[in-house]
């Protein structure tokens, strides 16, 4: 079972599509931990996320790459994404 777990959470986690740095630290049981290493005005900022699930982790692979997109889009057109 925790083997099926781990396999189904790389599986998802190797959906995510975006500049930021994830990685997995660790999965326990049905608890998995990623890290997202953030660059704020040159200083390294970890975050730790975790989710108890594979729905946890679907939804925010699925968040995390809408968002993607939706920066992609505003980069690549004529208009000015705030002013």
Excluded at 7 to 30: D, M
Excluded at 52 to 70: H, I, P
Aim: glycine share 4%; charged share 40%.
């Amino acid at each position: 079972m925790e083997q099926h777990l781990e396999t189904a959470y790389r599986e998802i986690f190797g959906k995510l599509r975006t500049r930021k740095k994830f990685s997995i630290a660790k999965i326990e049981g049905a608890r998995i931990v990623l890290h997202e290493d953030q660059e704020i005005c040159g200083q390294k900022e970890p975050k730790q996320i975790e989710f108890d699930s594979v729905q946890e982790l679907e939804t925010f692979v699925r968040d995390e790459n809408r968002k993607e997109e939706e920066i992609k889009k505003q980069l690549s057109g004529n208009e000015m994404p705030y002013r």
